[in-house]
């Protein structure tokens, strides 16, 4: 089995950089006018961080997920505390190794699902060794 490889980080906690944000939004038609514009500020921390003891960040390394929106140096928000169920996307421990699938859970089996065709699912038996590390909440994506 070839997996990602994911090197993980946590939030720092003593820093939130606040940053500019744009309250109305961003039109994708006719720009709006300049005068609308007000100055606030946000931190990407705390808009994607809903359990700080439990939320991890990690880059993905692989291309197993595209199909997903997740590429290849994607920073995944993982939050632990979420119960892993049918469908979601979830970074998995399973025998030894790292890799984020999305979950297929039926009362007869578990499968870790790809979302790139040249990748096979992987079917979680018995003589596997498996934990759910956590669930994907958002992916930041650099363009």
């Not at 990602?4 to 946590?10: H, I, P, Q, S, Y």
């Not at 290849?72 to 979601?88: A, F, Q």
Request: charged share 30%.
């Amino acid at each position: 089995m070839k997996s990602e490889k994911l090197v993980f980080f946590r939030p720092n906690r003593e820093y939130h950089k606040k940053m500019h944000w744009v309250q109305e939004g961003i039109s994708a038609g006719f720009p709006s006018p300049a005068d609308d514009f007000k100055e606030l500020r946000i931190s990407i921390d705390q808009e994607v961080v809903s359990n700080e003891e439990a939320t991890f960040y990690a880059r993905v390394s692989g291309e197993s997920m595209q199909g997903a929106g997740l590429d290849d140096g994607d920073l995944l928000v993982i939050d632990r505390s979420l119960e892993p169920i049918d469908n979601k996307i979830a970074v998995c421990f399973i025998d030894g190794e790292f890799t984020v699938k999305r979950l297929k859970v039926t009362k007869d089996e578990v499968l870790l699902i790809p979302e790139n065709p040249k990748y096979q699912s992987i079917k979680v038996t018995e003589e596997n060794e498996l934990i759910i590390w956590g669930v994907v909440t958002y992916v930041v994506k650099k363009l």
